[in-house]
């Protein structure tokens, strides 16, 4: 798991780990507003969703510095 959070030089990654945070926020969200049927909130974590799917492909093509 921790090999998930580390960059090309071994160290953790910020990108990494803030997309891997946003992502476990919206799953959060979204299965709340599931439960709760609000669709605005269910649309607003779909865009955190692919927030920190950015995130996280941004932190996998750093190159090495």
């Known amino acids: 798991m921790s090999s998930l959070l580390k960059d090309v030089n071994g160290n953790a990654s910020s990108k990494r780990v803030a997309g891997y945070v946003l992502m476990g ?9 599931a439960i709760i049927g609000n669709v605005m909130l269910m649309d607003f974590c779909k865009w955190i969703i692919v927030t920190g799917g950015a995130a996280v492909v941004a932190g996998v093509v750093e190159r090495r510095s």
Not at 25 to 33: P, Q, Y
């Open 25 to 33: 926020l919206a799953l959060i969200g979204g299965l709340v507003s």
